[in-house]
């Protein structure tokens, strides 16, 4: 239990954790996409919004494209 990670991230601290490991994603990114629903599952307690690692993990590598050799590949 000590010194394990939450559960759950806060929006601010999910943002951190897509940036840190993925390098996008942002706070408000989750936000508007949570708006228009393209972003990961997220739980409400009340008013606050909390996102578990797997998702947000789901998330950032469904919307990583395939590898590329050139800009003109499709």
């Known amino acids: ?9 806060r929006r601010k601290q ?3 954790y897509l940036s840190e490991k ?3 994603g942002a706070a408000r990114t989750l936000a ?11 739980h409400k307690a009340g008013r ?7 998702a947000l993990d789901k998330w950032a590598l469904a919307k990583i494209g395939s590898a590329r050799r050139s800009t ?3």
Request: charge should be negative; aromatic fraction near 14%.
């Open 22 to 24: 993925y390098g996008f």
């Open 32 to 42: 508007k996409a949570a708006v228009t629903g393209d972003g990961p599952e997220y």
């Open 48 to 54: 606050i919004v909390l996102y578990t690692r797997e």
């Open 1 to 9: 239990m000590a010194g394990e990670p939450p559960r759950y991230l």
């Open 72 to 74: 003109s590949a499709a």
């Open 14 to 16: 999910a943002g951190s």
